[in-house]
């Protein structure tokens, strides 16, 4: 195989496919090769450019000029005609939000929507998180075993996104298929068959999309993010664009909830199965905030991201032509030896794990980073007071197969429910 530039592929470049098992189990152990041997690869399968050591990493998110954004949500496996058709059947239009948008229209917009995540602004949703994860483990304590994931790390944080945006608390179980779908849609391998159940999901989530987003057009305003979104829209149309609300309502939908779903889940598995560590967490809760950021590094929730090259430009010592599309895998730089010392142990005490990549970096850097950050703190503050001989139960891990969300399908744990110290000391 050779690469659009005419140079030969190496045969681990190659035979690497994101979809294949390794990748899926382990996407940083999946690269070891790539950050040792051959950094920056073209990936005949894929049809991109792998990157996978940390600084180049930094380089191509620090420089959103050279390096454009534009294709981060777009369908990593071309869609088929069928699937289009679906689409087209419901008007499917999603295009440029933030995420996905270049300069200079990015940053104008990103400014003027600042306001919902000042610290001050962020810190008024804890209670409502608090209370939330307190229910849902009021509700399940005195079982003794249960997949957290799907008891609360998926409820929470989507119930936790839909007040942040003053989204309808409404349809959480659609939402939620819905977003599976979106996620397999944008960086999946659907089948020729999944392709069109896909879209029609898609099509559906769409069409859910604007139907919320007029109901609150109509309402006068109220608390939330879409309804700051609402009123740039009506002050100033040119910077925050119809096709731009549509299209933020239902990407964001996923943003705010999936990421945070599956870090905590990530960080709970990797937590429970080191005991020594839990244990020492549990002993020493004012570690929480390093034990989740450490989590972020070691096992993030966002393991690639994507760029498209706007003139020719070397990385990592190759030359990726103009038009080049690029996957970075934050993964793999997250556990590079020239930026982390011994990367693959998880330390809790690692003094530089918030230099992380797993919120990417730059203009685009995640700005919901301190909410999802928030909501960890605080199932690991809940959990520790009132479980914390809580056990990680023998069971084999699942994936949604895709290249960039990551972490288990389901997360079950047992306890003793005549050891909660609330029972004991009440
Ligand atoms: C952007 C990850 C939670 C809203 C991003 C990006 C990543 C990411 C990788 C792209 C960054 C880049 O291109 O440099 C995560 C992870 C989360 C999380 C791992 C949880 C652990 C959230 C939450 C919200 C949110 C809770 C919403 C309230 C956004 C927005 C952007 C973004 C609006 C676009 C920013 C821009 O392009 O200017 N996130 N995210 N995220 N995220 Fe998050």
Redesign the pocket.
């Known amino acids: 195989a050779v690469s659009p530039t005419g140079c030969p592929v190496s045969p681990e470049a190659a035979a690497f496919d994101p979809f294949d098992a390794p990748y899926q189990l382990d996407p940083a152990e999946a690269l070891r090769w790539s950050r040792d041997q051959e950094p920056v690869f073209y990936s005949p399968k894929l049809g991109y450019w792998v990157v996978s050591r940390y600084d180049d990493i930094k380089a191509i998110?620090r420089d959103?000029l050279t390096f454009s954004?534009s294709i981060?949500l777009e369908k990593i496996t071309p869609p088929s005609d069928e699937a289009l058709e679906v689409l087209k059947r419901y008007d499917y239009g999603m295009n440029r939000?933030?995420?996905?948008?270049d300069e200079p229209a990015?940053?104008a917009?990103?400014r003027v929507?600042l306001d919902?995540?000042t610290p001050e602004a962020l810190e008024a949703h804890a209670p409502m998180v608090r209370r939330l994860v307190r229910e849902k483990l009021d509700a399940i304590i005195d079982r003794g075993r249960a997949d957290l994931v799907a008891e609360m790390f998926w409820e929470v944080?989507l119930t936790?996104?839909l007040h942040?945006?003053g989204v309808p608390e409404e349809d959480m179980e659609q939402l939620r298929r819905f977003s599976a779908a979106h996620t397999l849609n944008t960086w999946g391998r659907p089948s020729p068959e999944q392709q069109v159940e896909v879209a029609e999901a898609v099509g559906k989530f769409w069409q859910y999309s604007g139907r919320v987003l007029r109901k609150m057009q109509a309402q006068p305003r109220s608390e939330g993010?879409m309804y700051d979104m609402i009123e740039k829209n009506r002050e100033m149309p040119e910077v925050v664009t119809d096709s731009y609300l549509h299209s933020?309502m239902m990407?964001?939908i996923v943003?705010?909830?999936e990421?945070?779903a599956?870090?905590?889940t990530n960080a709970f598995r990797q937590l429970l199965s080191r005991p020594a560590v839990w244990d020492e967490l549990c002993a020493n809760p004012e570690l929480i905030p390093s034990a989740a950021e450490e989590s972020?590094r070691h096992s993030?929730?966002?393991v690639s991201?994507r760029?498209i090259t706007t003139c020719d430009v070397e990385v990592g010592g190759v030359t990726i032509p103009e038009g080049g599309r690029i996957l970075m895998v934050?993964a793999s730089g997250n556990h590079d030896p020239r930026h982390f010392e011994n990367p693959d142990d998880f330390d809790i005490y690692r003094d530089n794990a918030v230099d992380h990549?797993?919120?990417?970096?730059?203009?685009?850097?995640?700005?919901?980073?301190n909410?999802?950050?928030m909501?960890?703190r605080i199932f690991l503050e809940e959990f520790i007071r009132r479980l914390p001989h809580l056990e990680l139960e023998e069971q084999a891990f699942t994936f949604l197969p895709n290249t960039?969300l990551r972490g288990p399908e389901a997360l079950w744990v047992r306890w003793d429910p005549t050891l909660n110290p609330e029972r004991r000391d009440p």
């Open positions: 998110f959103n954004p981060a939000t933030l995420v996905n948008e990015h940053m917009r990103r929507l919902a995540f944080p936790v996104a942040f945006l993010w933020m990407a964001i943003a705010a909830h990421t945070t599956l870090a905590t972020l993030g929730s966002m991201w760029r934050m990549l797993t919120f990417g970096y730059g203009s685009h850097q995640c700005m919901g980073k909410l999802g950050r909501e960890m960039s």
